[in-house]
């Protein structure tokens, strides 16, 4: 199809779009991006659980789940061991620092030095989980995940592969003015995806690490989403209907007979023998294949060369 007989507001629209997509296609790479980041937050944090459980299976530590604290096993009872120990530590629970005579330093609760050498390079007395993960990942986060696993992940992988197929089959369907990715595309972008960013909107939202940037970032994308599929609808729908005019228009000028495709050619190759026919056979062959209306003739044409039945011929 020639894009120069095409109407006016069809180009334009096309020329609209084409962007547009180019934008989707930008806003899936920075989606995708963002994906891999909280994956890597949950991988490091993961690791930083486990291996606070392994020094303190190592270390004779207890995990006591209710403030999730690691403390030394003769400690795992505030009544047991030393009162006057216990009882700082019911103090450090209430988020006073106490001052270690010992070692003279302040300890709060869920952090402090070494209660044999006062080294603060030794293992600490007791710790938190947070603590622990906090210092692993280097403080890459202000706060780690309780799972192994980004809960939803594969329904925000699902949602990543949806809009990339929407966002790609908008620019070639646009680029080539092929109907069907169109339909494909505006169907997605306008009808699947907006419904399903919001979704995601909700699941990030109670991420960690979750700010109100990406709430705002994914609360565009819906309206964005929504808008380029629109557009895109009234591109399909001005499209079919110019290629419905033309076929109509063609049809008729060639039952009108002001409109004919000339058949002259100097060879044909039959199917599936693939011989070649040249002058009488080729005028025999075709005078058969062009009888549309009776059935029995053009079902049995055989090849004037190898007497084989021919079901297509080229020009």
């Keep these: 199809m020639s894009f120069q007989a095409l109407p006016k507001k069809l180009l334009c629209l096309r020329n609209f779009l084409l962007p547009m997509a180019v934008i989707l296609i930008g806003l899936d790479?920075?989606?995708?991006?963002?994906?891999?980041?909280?994956?890597?937050?949950?991988?490091?944090?993961?690791?930083?659980?486990?291996?606070?459980?392994?020094?303190a299976n190592l270390n004779g530590y207890v995990y006591v789940p209710g403030n999730m604290t690691f403390v030394p096993d003769m400690m795992s009872n505030d009544t047991n061991g030393d009162p006057m120990y216990g009882q700082m530590i019911m103090d450090m629970?209430?988020?006073?620092?106490?001052?270690?005579?010992?070692?003279?330093?302040?300890?709060?609760?869920?952090?402090?030095?070494?209660?044999?050498?006062?080294?603060?390079?030794?293992?600490?007395?007791?710790?938190?989980?947070?603590?622990?993960?906090?210092?692993?990942?280097?403080?890459?986060?202000?706060?780690?995940?309780?799972?192994?696993?980004?809960?939803?992940?594969?329904?925000i992988r699902d949602w990543l592969a949806m809009c990339w197929a929407g966002s790609l089959t908008m620019f070639f369907g646009t680029l080539w003015l092929y109907k069907e990715m169109i339909l494909l595309a505006f169907i997605l972008e306008m009808v699947c995806l907006p419904g399903y960013t919001a979704a995601t909107l909700y699941l990030y939202y109670r991420q960690p690490m979750g700010n109100v940037f990406w709430t705002w970032w994914y609360a565009s994308i819906v309206l964005f989403q929504f808008l380029v599929g629109l557009a895109a609808m009234y591109q399909y729908a001005w499209l079919k209907y110019e290629l419905?005019?033309?076929?109509?228009?063609?049809?008729?000028?060639?039952?009108?007979?002001?409109?004919?495709?000339p058949r002259d050619c100097q060879s044909i190759r039959a199917y599936p023998c693939m011989c070649k026919l040249w002058d009488k056979d080729k005028d025999s062959v075709i005078k058969r294949y062009d009888n549309m209306h009776q059935i029995d003739i053009r079902a049995n044409i055989l090849c004037p060369q190898c007497k084989n039945r021919v079901e297509l011929i080229l020009m």
């Design 29 to 55: 790479c920075v989606n995708s991006w963002h994906m891999s980041v909280q994956n890597k937050m949950y991988k490091m944090c993961s690791a930083a659980r486990m291996n606070a459980y392994t020094f």
């Design 93 to 155: 629970k209430t988020g006073e620092p106490m001052l270690d005579m010992q070692c003279n330093t302040t300890m709060y609760y869920g952090m402090g030095v070494n209660q044999t050498t006062c080294d603060p390079n030794m293992p600490m007395a007791m710790y938190t989980m947070n603590d622990w993960q906090m210092e692993e990942t280097m403080w890459m986060y202000t706060m780690c995940p309780t799972t192994d696993v980004m809960p939803n992940v594969g329904m």
């Design 244 to 261: 419905e005019v033309r076929a109509r228009e063609e049809e008729i000028k060639l039952v009108q007979g002001k409109m004919y495709f």
